[in-house]
């Protein structure tokens, strides 16, 4: 079985003018760690490793994040949100509310908070996981060894592949496609013919923002993706009649 490995170039998902204004463009970010200092040093992030390093990694990643995407736009985060519950004094919830997109969150293993702090940060829906059609979206890489951190796989990480085994993979008749995070700047080298995005902010490829999947490259992604959000959006509407 071939393997397959891309990774993202940002020229080659960009899409027209036309289509950037007729529709809403599709981004998947992972593993900001906001208030993480030791992020600083573990990804090597251009910031002193102090306090004041970590709250200039912080803005640099929001400023990033704004400069890359409109309010209508769809934002996928798959995990590692945020390490504290206030920056420079002010709420996370506030500071992630106020950032542009729709936005949707897939837990990851530092996403230790409950589910209601992240729906006050502005997230329409909070999952483990998410399947649009050959696509498996998850924090981790999910390949079944040990971890890309050079640790052994924590029991967290071990139930939730057992758990989620059984989408992925050619054998399964689902998917085949793994958009994840976890892995920073590493990329996962799998010869097990699934083909992985690594959208970590650190991931060099990905200038720490996010990453763009368009219409034009990804249509079923895209087009199912559109499709949940706006099931999302129609719930949210009823629930405030």
Not at 140 to 146: D, Y
Not at 167 to 184: A, M, R
Not at 196 to 211: G, L, T
Request: aromatic letters at 14%.
């Amino acid at each position: 079985m071939l393997f397959k490995f891309q990774t993202l170039k940002g020229d080659q998902y960009m899409s027209t003018v036309q289509d950037r204004v007729d529709a809403p463009r599709l981004f998947i970010t992972s593993d900001l760690h906001l208030g993480h200092k030791n992020i600083i040093q573990y990804c090597n992030r251009p910031f002193d490793f102090t306090d004041q390093g970590i709250e200039e990694s912080d803005d640099f990643l929001l400023a990033q994040y704004r400069d890359t995407v409109k309010e209508n736009d769809m934002v996928i985060f798959l995990g590692d949100l945020t390490f504290k519950k206030n920056h420079k004094g002010q709420k996370m919830t506030e500071i992630i509310t106020k950032l542009p997109g729709r936005k949707v969150l897939i837990k990851g293993n530092h996403d230790w908070y409950k589910d209601s702090f992240y729906r006050k940060c502005g997230f329409l829906s909070v999952n483990r996981y998410l399947i649009f059609g050959n696509y498996f979206l998850c924090h981790f890489p999910v390949t079944g060894k040990p971890d890309y951190h050079g640790r052994l796989m924590d029991e967290e990480y071990c139930k939730f592949v057992k758990a989620t085994c059984g989408f992925i993979g050619e054998k399964t008749g689902c998917c085949t496609v793994i958009i994840h995070g976890h892995t920073h700047t590493q990329s996962v080298d799998e010869d097990d013919g699934i083909t992985r995005y690594n959208c970590c902010v650190d991931y060099k490829p990905n200038h720490y923002a996010p990453v763009e999947f368009t219409k034009e490259m990804f249509p079923e992604l895209y087009t199912e993706v559109a499709a949940y959000f706006q099931t999302l959006e129609t719930k949210q509407t009823e629930g405030q009649n």
